[in-house]
């Protein structure tokens, strides 16, 4: 079954995404995600290189070909370089299954579970909204739930948006074209605000769930481990990058001050951006994503090494990862020993009309689908009716003017 075409799609219904098709020379199309948000030109152009090489490689040699163009290349790693080859590892993995007319999570060695407990965000302008918006979500049977809320005192907060959302996922939607927002953040409001955030919502909804924040790279180590430490009490299940965390050794200090778990590494692409926080148990969950990871074929040898340290999965599950992207997220979470929780935003009405399968959930968790292959599809007519709209993640400032993380 050789490689005889290969195509990059970018459409924007909604969001941007961008998706490789190959197809073999007996009909077979296998579709991959390699959406890099804000840098969607970046990974077609990159696509562009590869399909060259793909032309006539055997189909089902799936970890031949992700050793060819990650070990064979002179440039390695990096967000672009990972997601581009995840795209193709996951058509790779999707005409197999289709071949076989199996899902891929069959090919990965079958189900461990029943089903994946996701995650939705539960944001507000205000606590009272928060927790409305969360008991709304516990009601409908999510077991987990993140809670975000806007910061008194600043204009704009990470994960909450007063306008410019998309209502049905609260994705950051910013405007076409434009240059970046520029938002103003202050971590001293930020410290006081949150620990009373946290606590409102266990006052009101208890402890008969998981519960979920994230600080998105904004902490030093110290105000990390000081944070994780108020935190405590309320039985977290995790503290999202707390810090940025290319420098991994910096999680060492995080874990003297707090027993409150620790995910990070949706920004990461990589075992190596890893090594050191999971062979010294720094962290607790990987929030990677097929997507940028890799694909398949590296995500999961990392997360064999992850579970030998008791780290657990927690994929990245974003509204401009594709249907695709996410459905691959859901194959490997199926399929593997050491999964913790899936995150699962949501998508803008118009994704469907371009995507024509979705990952299924119900009552707050993704449901077994024996669809064969990813299990998702693409109107590409569709798709052409909605073209590329260029948009930016917004820059972070500090009060005074200095260039934060964002």
Known sequence: ??????????????????????????????????????????????????IPLLIGRDATRIEDTWQYLYRGA???????????????????????????????????????????????????????????????KLEEGYKAIRVQAAVP???????????????????????????????????????????????????????????????????????AGWLGKQLEPYRMFWLEDATPAEDQAAFRLIRQHTTTPLAVGEVFNSWFDYQTLITERLIDFVRTPVTHGGGITHLRQLMGVADFYGVRSGFHGPSDISPVGMAANCHLSWSIHNFGVQEYMGYPEQVSKVFTRFPVVENGVVVLDDTPGLGVEIDEDAAKRFPFDPKYLPVNRKTDGTLHDW
């Open 1 to 50: 079954m050789r490689i005889v075409a290969g195509e990059v799609i970018v459409s924007s219904p909604g969001r941007n995404f961008v998706t490789l098709k190959l197809v073999t020379d007996d009909g077979v199309v296998g579709y991959g995600d390699g959406t890099v948000n804000g840098r969607e030109r970046a990974v077609e152009g990159y696509l562009q290189h590869l």
């Open 74 to 136: 002179y440039w390695r790693r990096g967000p672009i370089t990972m997601a581009s080859i995840s795209a193709v590892d996951q058509a790779l993995w999707d005409i197999s299954g289709k071949a076989l007319g199996v899902p891929v999570h069959r090919l990965l060695g079958g189900t461990s579970r029943d089903y994946l407990m996701t995650y939705p965000h539960c944001t507000g302008m205000t606590v009272d909204e928060v927790v409305d918006e969360a008991a709304a």
């Open 153 to 223: 005192g600043l204009a704009t907060t990470y994960g909450v948006h007063a306008h410019a959302d998309d209502e049905e996922t609260g994705a950051y939607e910013p405007a076409s074209g434009a240059l970046p927002d520029e938002e103003i953040w202050d971590t001293k409001l930020y410290l006081d605000f949150v620990p009373k955030l946290v606590k409102r919502v266990r006052d009101e909804l208890g402890y008969g769930f998981e519960l979920l924040h994230d600080s998105h790279h904004r902490l030093t180590p110290i105000e």
